[in-house]
Every structure is written in C-alpha cells, then in structure tokens.
C-alpha cells in the first residue's frame, strides 16, 4: 500500500504523495502555513492549485501580470504557468492551500469562478473551507476509507466555492445546453495540459482519456478551435518550452525532454518553425529585450 507524506513545523503542515485515485479529479497536496516575511516562491507547478489566505498579505504575479492579495481572497496557480508569489514584509500571510489535477480540474475552476483573466477572488467560506483542509491532514493513511473521505473533502471545498461565486454572480437562470463538441474538445484540452510533458502522449491516448474516437475529438477540436488534436498538442509543448527558455536556464536538451521531445533536434524544427528562431535564438532574444527594457531610463 502506498504511503502518503506527511511534513509538520511550528509553522508549516503539508500532506502530499496522495494517491492519484482517478484520471477525472484527483487530490494532489493540501497544506497550512505561516509564512515569514518576503517569503518568495517562483517554481512552476505540474497541478492546479488554490490558496486561501487566512491571515495577513502578499502579492501573486502571473505572466508578468502582479496582484495584490489580502486575507478572505484566493488565488489560483495552473500548471506550467510561470509564477511568483510571496508574503509582504510588515503583514505576512498565513494560507492553505489544495493541489489537485485531472480532466475535470479545469472545469472545477472554472465552476468556482476563476478564468484567465480572473485569477484572485474574494474567500467567503474560510472557515468552511480551512476545515475541509484540516480534515483532510487529519485523515493521512492510504487506506481507502481515508482516500474517500479526503476526495469527499476536495469537493466539499469545490461546492463551497462554486456556491459562492453563484450567489457573488446572482447565478439564478437556467443551466444552458453545452454542445458534446465543446464538451469534448474542453476537455481533449484539460488531457494534453495534463499529458504533455510524456513523449508518448498521441491522439489515440487523448482521445482514450477523453471517451471518444480520434475522429470524434479531431472533428469537436476542428469545429471549436479551428485546429486538429495534433496541433493542440504541439502548440502546448511549444508554448510551454517557450517559457521554459525565457523563465530557466535549464539546457535546450533538457527542456526539449519536459515538454515531450526525446529527440533535441525535432524539437528544434519545430520550435523555429512556430517561433521564428530556434531555442537558443529565442532564448538570446528574450534576455536581450530584457536587458534593454532595464537599461531604459
């Protein structure tokens, strides 16, 4: 039976290596912590993860894109996404938070109110919420009457804050019909975010995931997003390599492997052919905007 981890301080509590019961939503982490002064922390994240904060403020900064955050607000990490987020120096925050991935981890956010242009929103069930959180450390063993409750937990916090951002919404008309095409290709989309960085991944392992033929999600990718599931799946390990240039200096060889290309030069083709240069020019270019943007007066 596999083992969870479980890591306590004065200051800090986080429970991780849950089992991945289920490729539809899965509990990945939970944790407490009273974080110092200037606490900073900018590793990208290979799950979804909500913060809650419970006490004092920070800041959270996306893409270039910073917010400040306050007690009673949380905010959202996506994974591969290129963060920063860190506690103020007078008022320290406290938060919890809970990691979870899957095909339906993006339509749960999406329930709860975030969007990619709303990623910080008010937190109007903290005590509900930070109690969800305290059971789910209280329940650490891998025996399966554990892993029920901590998921019934996860979805009791996904039901508080759906139920929040509805009444925040005056969410009062009737459910509308979302097409299967939508349906599928939103989803065909949750599955390569979560399966891009394995070289195997293809269409037939996305289509698998999903529940339907490849003809079937290629036709619901091409009348949603005008692309095939192939395209989807490259423009994502492109996308994802791109930031991975610009935010490490990991070796090309290397960040080729972790967004799903075992051979450095296919990689290298085809990120030239979407950007216009190759890894290293890419590379070079990006420092030497930003070189020149802090050399400005």
Request: aromatic share 8%; proline share 3%.
């Amino acid at each position: 039976m596999r083992s969870t981890a479980f890591f306590s301080e004065s200051n800090y509590q986080v429970l991780s290596g849950l089992e991945e019961t289920s490729n539809e939503l899965m509990l990945v982490q939970v944790g407490l912590e009273d974080c110092r002064p200037f606490h900073i922390i900018s590793d990208p994240r290979t799950e979804y993860i909500i913060h809650f904060v419970l006490r004092g403020a920070g800041f959270y900064s996306v893409n270039g894109s910073t917010w400040p955050v306050r007690a009673g607000q949380m905010f959202l990490i996506r994974p591969g996404e290129s963060i920063v987020y860190g506690s103020e120096r007078n008022d320290p925050w406290s938060y919890a938070w809970m990691g979870f991935r899957g095909v339906r981890a993006e339509t749960m956010v999406r329930l709860c109110g975030f969007s990619k242009g709303r990623l910080v929103l008010p937190l109007e069930e903290t005590d509900d919420v930070l109690s969800c959180i305290r059971e789910i450390m209280d329940h650490k063993s891998a025996a399966d009457s554990d892993v029920l409750l901590r998921e019934s937990c996860m979805v009791r916090v996904f039901a508080l804050l759906a139920r929040a951002n509805e009444r925040l919404n005056g969410m009062s008309r009737p459910a509308s019909a979302v097409s299967s095409d939508a349906m599928y290709a939103q989803l065909g989309q949750n599955c390569i975010r979560e399966m891009y960085m394995r070289a195997d991944t293809g269409v037939e392992d996305i289509a698998a995931q999903v529940g339907v033929s490849r003809a079937r999600l290629n036709r619901a990718f091409r009348n949603e997003l005008n692309m095939s599931v192939q395209q989807c799946l490259i423009e994502c390990r492109l996308r994802q390599a791109a930031a991975l240039l610009v935010n490490t200096a990991l070796p090309v060889k290397e960040i080729a492997g972790l967004t799903g290309y075992n051979d450095q030069l296919v990689f290298s083709k085809a990120f030239k052919k979407r950007y216009g240069a190759g890894p290293k020019a890419y590379r070079e270019g990006a420092q030497a905007a930003e070189g020149c943007a802090k050399a400005l007066p």
